[in-house]
């Protein structure tokens, strides 16, 4: 009985310093994952304000797009022009036309047409035309974009190049290709491209759909993973009390 005693004295101190850290992990694990909920929070705040300035922005009067490029003009006056409707007048420049491979317009897979506007000496902005399927079983082959060599004169919205894709190896060069960078064909093609593209929203035509996507803001995103981040807070809350509280181990009666 006297042996016993000297062991049980060294097992308390051990079992409070085990209750202690667990508390501690279980503190931590609930601040860090809280911490993570309320980030995503505020990032999908953010978005959503991004979607309001986008919306008032397109319900402003439209611009004229002959001020693009010219004298007092600027790449930072241009960015905060983005999502504002333009009215452009100009000539197209067919033999730069881009065919942009795997996009989707109301679940069908093909291109995205894009062709540089000639708006003034100054100014040449890419315009994405519209949406065509591309050819069954000759995937090679080119849709026929009939493109005018007059003036011609389309309303669209300015926006930022379209989306990249993931693309294997090097960046494409053909008129068929995954993604379009704007410096790199400002060098390929020589031509004053501006920054900024103009994605054409006149009634279809030329062949063309234009039941363009709205831009994806990801703020159900944010919220979903907000969710995940809170959910797993609350069960490490639950895992301890359950654990440490309702279901926690009695100590050893010490014998008499």
């Given at each position: 009985m006297s042996q016993a005693m000297p062991h049980l004295g060294l097992a308390k101190p051990s079992n409070r310093r085990k209750t202690v850290l667990i508390l501690i992990a279980a503190v931590l694990g609930v601040s860090v994952t809280c911490s993570l909920g309320f980030?995503?929070?505020?990032?999908?705040?953010?978005?959503?304000?991004?979607?309001?300035?986008?919306?008032?922005?397109?319900?402003?009067?439209?611009?004229?797009g002959a001020s693009l490029g010219q004298w007092g003009d600027s790449a930072e006056n241009r960015a905060g022009l983005l999502h504002r409707r333009v009215r452009l007048q100009g000539h197209w420049i067919p033999e730069h036309t881009v065919f942009l491979d795997n996009r989707q317009m109301n679940g069908r897979v093909g291109f995205y047409v894009?062709?540089?506007l000639?708006?003034?000496?100054?100014?040449?902005v890419w315009v994405q035309r519209?949406?065509?399927?591309?050819?069954?079983?000759?995937?090679?082959?080119?849709?026929?974009?009939?493109?005018?060599?007059?003036?011609?004169?389309?309303s669209g919205r300015i926006a930022p190049a379209p989306s990249k894709l993931y693309?294997?190896?090097?960046?494409?060069?053909?008129p068929i290709r995954q993604n379009l960078d704007l410096d790199a064909s400002r060098q390929e093609t020589g031509l004053p491209l501006l920054e900024v593209t103009v994605v054409q929203t006149d009634a279809a035509s030329e062949g063309l759909l234009r039941d363009w996507p709205q831009p994806a803001t990801g703020v159900e995103k944010h919220h979903g993973y907000a969710f995940q981040w809170f959910g797993l807070a609350a069960l490490i809350t639950l895992l301890y009390v359950w654990f440490q509280i309702v279901r926690r181990?009695?100590?050893?009666?010490?014998?008499r």
């Open positions: 980030w995503q929070l505020r990032r999908a705040d953010t978005k959503l304000a991004w979607q309001a300035e986008m919306a008032q922005r397109g319900e402003m009067a439209m611009l004229e894009m062709t540089p000639q708006l003034s000496a100054q100014a040449v519209g949406w065509v399927p591309r050819h069954f079983t000759d995937r090679a082959e080119l849709p026929a974009i009939p493109t005018t060599t007059e003036v011609v004169s389309l693309e294997l190896g090097a960046a494409q060069t053909g181990p009695k100590p050893p009666s010490s014998p």
